[in-house]
């Protein structure tokens, strides 16, 4: 297969709303030696693509400044030390950057083959969210069958795959979300579903345990959330932060409960990880979860599509909350 030397691609004119997005022409990425080169076929939309887009997010030094974290499509090229993928296989992958784009390149570690029955849209939609979750809310939280967990933002994608994994591992969700139909949608999924704008998440935690509390926390709001979040953990529980929607800082807060009951606070981001963390992460995923994928108990929610000229529709849409589930963009269009 002769590669073209020139590709269709998203760039930002400067930081700002999402209509400083445009669709340009530039050059095919080369692939290094231990990276795949992915002719895209879907991209995956998330927050931390808007974050770097408003300017607040820039790619790590060497990643490729083109939006887009997570993509799915075909294997055209590989670099010297790839050994697992060859030319025509069907990927998904957790890029550096670089996947709003015709063509991107991914470390071969951050690379998984699509699950059984799956198409390219909905592998797209799987490298994001379920690296953050496994990373997070599995291996940081340590969350385990049996235990309780609050999740919150149950209907984002982050969310969705929260509740299915922690459900389908043993465990018991509560999640906040903020309408009666995101209620509906998170309960489907198998939470128990508490609306934000009519109930206290702590006062309603604490009511169905019997006021023991979940033992792990999975927030991405941040200081806004944070006093109630520690007061809903149980004893020995464990607070992880992936993101600040609505602050980072926080005055005046005792930290004396997190002593007296034990409690963990901790927090990741995933971009920053070396190759071989998320190559880890991958092959856990792979291991554990991608059966349960093939056996349909678990994956993603697809709440629209775009095409790749339509990425600045694709992120009003994420900023406006309005989603449950993912939001994709689909390349080949």
């Known amino acids: 297969m002769r590669l073209p030397t020139t590709m269709r691609h998203i760039t930002c004119k400067a930081p700002g709303a999402p209509e400083v997005m445009e669709l340009v022409e530039g050059p095919v990425p080369a692939p290094g030696p231990d990276e795949v080169l992915i002719r895209v076929l879907a991209a995956g939309v998330n927050r931390p693509d808007v974050a770097q887009r408003q300017g607040s997010y820039p790619p790590p030094p060497g990643a490729s400044p083109v939006l887009g974290l997570e993509v799915a499509g075909e294997v055209v090229a590989a670099g010297a ?185 901790c927090g990741s981001t995933m971009r920053p990880r070396s190759t071989a963390q998320k190559g880890a992460i991958a092959a856990a995923l792979h291991q554990m979860v991608w059966p349960v994928l093939a056996a349909g108990r678990c994956g993603p929610v697809i709440h629209r599509c775009f095409g790749l000229a339509q990425a600045a529709q694709a992120h009003a849409l994420m900023e406006s909350s309005a989603h449950i589930g993912k939001i994709m963009l689909d390349v080949a269009l």
């Open 81 to 265: 030390g790839v050994t697992r993928y060859r030319p025509g296989e069907r990927v998904c992958a957790l890029t550096n950057g670089g996947g709003y784009a015709e063509y991107a390149t991914a470390p071969a570690a951050q690379t998984l083959p699509w699950p059984a029955g799956y198409d390219a849209l909905h592998a797209a939609a799987l490298p994001e969210t379920y690296f953050t979750v496994w990373a997070n809310l599995f291996m940081l939280g340590r969350l385990a069958a049996g235990e309780t967990a609050l999740i919150h933002g149950g209907t984002s994608g982050i969310g969705v795959t929260a509740i299915q994994l922690a459900r389908e591992f043993g465990a018991k969700v509560f999640t906040t979300v903020g309408s009666a139909a995101k209620a509906a949608a998170a309960a489907a999924l198998g939470a128990v579903a508490i609306n934000y704008r009519e109930a206290d998440f702590l006062e309603a935690v604490r009511e169905a345990t019997d006021g023991r509390g979940v033992d792990v926390v999975l927030d991405m709001v941040g200081a806004a959330y944070f006093p109630r979040n520690i007061r809903a953990l149980a004893l020995d529980g464990r607070l992880v932060l992936i993101a600040f929607l609505h602050g980072s800082r926080l005055d005046g807060f005792d930290l004396t409960p997190i002593m007296v009951r034990r409690l963990t606070v």
